[in-house]
Structure formats: structure tokens, C-alpha cells
């Protein structure tokens, strides 16, 4: 079964929900406009309930089935990202320094387009929590939700997600089982001298330099104490020092990103940049001052849930355009705290060579939208079949 036809019908409205989207990009938790689109919209469709402010701007919404029965999960991020769109795009993002680099209006529209065929069509027992979740990207939104008690509120059993993937042909879904994504943690270093003339520097206690040689030393926590049969990145992403060439800066500040798939990693990570950082303050006798976040766990799925999901996908866009292989990849999900708490399944809809994710000329392929509203849709439908 390809696209269900009544998704194909109103293809061009799940466009212009999408553009509209596009056009009003809000960070974090801060999806009031957003949030208040997809509520106007779940009120047109009919669904049964629509609950606001759930994580300060998210959306939960039920639609009841023909019968009784268990509740099914589907999830949307809605925030964007802080980043300057490129393209000049006739639905080119209107907030200067904001746009949805990474698809979010897209998962929203498609998950919108499964709600109004499911309002419509009521072809399954049960009830369907739609979960319209903000701060995706930074902030742990599905976290709040979860500590929220969204999933026991609404008797949610099982939970599901799509993401786009800009590196899979348009129309193709991957997934697999266990391990999907990594495990995600921040640190932020505060190295502290004190200033004075660049053409004394006998008189101060530089900053800059025990910032570099952090940095550098920061490398060998993979290249000298991962296990090679391990996945690790330690990367330092962002170094501020200094305001004037004459001035040595009284302060330097260093951050970056851990990524790996296992806890013992997590720990080895967070040990050797702790231990680092005491040994640089002591070779350039200065303060260093590190805040270490344990930020997203790793996404992992549900075996049964992903067979299921797989099988759901094969019927909407064919056997030979599902792959259950996906290679584990190290960027994260907040989705994460979802399949804790819940048994489900992520998966990746292919949208075709554009420009990749959180890229200033990345806009989310509008063609897809109706695969990733039918693949919800029936999967609600095989989940909970009216004969079950």
C-alpha cells in the first residue's frame, strides 16, 4: 500500500501548514506561536482532546478509536534552531537568526497529517496520544515531558518518531534494532589568570595559552585512552578569550561535546577532561574551573516495536526502500527519554540530496510529508486493528 489517498488529497495544505512553519521559527521551549498553530489546526481536524502547556509549549492531543483499547504514542519536535537562513526561499524564514534548519516543521506537519486522517477516520480501537514536544534541539523537552508524567497521564504503552534524513534517497526509511543514536554530554571550562599589557607578560598569568594546550590535550582522551573497539568524539567547539591585541585577557573560556554509545565511555570521558583540567591548571598555575553536563542518553529502540514499525514501513513505500541495518550514528535525541520510559521505535525518512541538517541552506522536502502522515497513520491502523 502506497500513500493513503485521502493523505495524497490534502498534500497541498500539509505544504502550506509546512511553509507557514517554516516562515515562524521559535527556539527551545519557547513554541507559543507554534503551539498555538498546531492547536488551531487539531481543533479543525476534530480530534477528541487537546491538553496545552504541557513542558511550558508542547501539545498533547487524543483521538479515540471506534473501540476500546491501548494507547499508541506519536511524537513531533516543533523548535528551530539558531541560525541564519541562506536561500533566499520564497517561505524563507521571517525572524532574523532563526530557522527550522533541521526538519521540525516538517515531523509537526506530518504528524499533523496523520491526526486529521485519524480524526477523520477512526479506523482503529484504542486511543492515539499525539505528542507535539518542544526543545528538541537544546533543553531536553521529551525529558520535561517525561518527568511531566505525560506517558502515565495519557495510559501511553508504546511510542513512536520519524526524523528526515538528508543523506537517504526520498522515501526510504531506515531504523534498527537497540542502539540508534549516542549518548550526548557538554562541558564548559573557565580558565581564570590575571591581565595586563601584551608587552608585559611577565606581569600577568596568560589564560590563552593553558586554553590551548587544554584543547590539545582534550584529543587524547580518544586517540590515547578509548579502547579502539569503542565509539568516542570528544570535540572542543568553542574557545573566547581576549577583546584587544595590547591586552592579556584576565579570563579564557573552552567548551565542547562528548559523544559516545556506551556508559563506560561516558564515565572514561568525563574522568580523563576532569583530570585534564586539574593537571593544566597546575602546569600554568591558574584556576580551571569545569562544569560537566550529563546531557541526552542514547537513543535506543525496542526490538519488537522496531519489527513492527519496519513492517508498517515496508507497506507504505515498499519492501526494497526499508532498511533495518541503520549503522548507529552519534548525533542524539531527546526522543531518548521517551524510549526509556516507554517500549517504541525512532526511525529515519530519507528526503533526498539537500543540504544536510543544521546547514544555513537545509529546508525540509515537502514531497515526504504525506510518506511519514501514512506511515503514522497506519501504523495506528496495524497496532490496533478494529478485529483485534
Known amino acids: ?17 509546512r511553509r507557514h512553519l517554516h516562515q515562524t521559527p521559535e527556539l527551545l ?35 479515540e478509536g471506534q473501540a476500546p483499547g ?75 515531558m517525561v518527568e511531566e508524567g505525560v506517558l502515565d497521564r495519557f495510559d501511553i504503552h508504546e511510542v513512536y518518531a520519524l526524523h528526515n534524513a538528508p543523506d537517504l534517497p526520498a522515501g526510504e526509511i531506515a531504523t534498527k534494532a537497540g542502539l540508534v543514536m549516542g549518548a550526548c554530554d557538554d562541558f564548559f571550562f573557565t580558565i581564570t589568570g590575571s591581565g595586563g599589557h601584551a608587552a608585559f607578560p611577565q606581569f600577568s598569568t596568560d589564560p590563552i595559552a593553558p586554553a590551548v ?34 591586552v592579556i585577557p584576565g579570563t579564557a573560556r573552552l567548551s565542547g561535546t562528548v559523544r559516545c554509545f556506551s556508559p563506560e565511555m561516558r564515565d572514561l570521558a568525563e574522568r580523563r577532561i576532569r583530570e585534564i583540567g586539574e593537571v593544566i591548571a597546575t602546569a600554568f598555575r591558574v584556576g ?16 519488537h516495536r522496531t519489527e513492527f514499525a519496519v513492517e508498517v514501513a515496508r507497506e507504505v513505500v515498499g519492501p526494497d526502500k526499508v ?49 511519514g502522515a501514512s506511515f503514522f497513520a497506519r501504523l495506528v491502523e496495524r497496532a490496533l486493528p478494529l478485529d483485534g
Open 1 to 17: 500500500m502506497p500513500v493513503l489517498n485521502r493523505i495524497a488529497e490534502f498534500h497541498d495544505d500539509m505544504i502550506a501548514w
Open 29 to 63: 521551549f519557547e513554541t507559543a506561536q507554534t503551539a498555538s498553530f498546531v492547536a488551531e489546526r487539531l481543533r479543525e481536524f476534530g480530534v477528541d482532546e487537546i491538553h496545552e502547556g504541557i513542558a511550558e509549549n508542547g501539545v498533547v492531543a487524543v483521538i
Open 70 to 144: 491501548p494507547v499508541i504514542g506519536l511524537r513531533a519536535d516543533m523548535d528551530a534552531l539558531p541560525i541564519q537562513e541562506a536561500r533566499d526561499l520564497p517561505h524563507k524564514s521571517q525572524v532574523p537568526g532563526k530557522m527550522h534548519a533541521c526538519g521540525h516543521d516538517g515531523h509537526t506537519t506530518m504528524l499533523l497529517g496523520a491526526a486529521r486522517y485519524l480524526a477523520e477516520t477512526r479506523s482503529f480501537r484504542g486511543r492515539v496520544a499525539l505528542l507535539f514536544q518542544p526543545a528538541e534541539e537544546d533543553g531536553g523537552g521529551g525529558q520535561v
Open 213 to 246: 594546550a587544554l584543547a590539545q590535550a582534550l584529543d587524547t582522551v580518544v586517540s590515547r585512552n578509548r579502547p579502539s573497539t569503542e565509539a568516542l568524539v570528544v570535540a572542543v567547539t568553542q574557545i573566547h578569550a581576549g577583546t584587544a591585541n595590547n
Open 288 to 303: 580551571v574551573d569545569l562544569r560537566y553536563d550529563r546531557s541526552y542518553p542514547p537513543t535506543v529502540n525496542d526490538a
Open 323 to 371: 532498511f533495518d541495518d541503520l549503522v548507529p550514528e552519534m548525533g542524539v535525541e531527546d526522543f531518548a527519554y521517551m524510549l526509556e520510559a516507554r517500549p517504541g521505535a525512532y526511525l529515519f525518512l530519507g528526503q533526498g540530496t539537500t543540504a544536510g541538517l543544521h546547514h544555513p541552506e537545509y529546508d525540509f522536502n515537502d514531497g515526504i510529508a504525506p510518506i
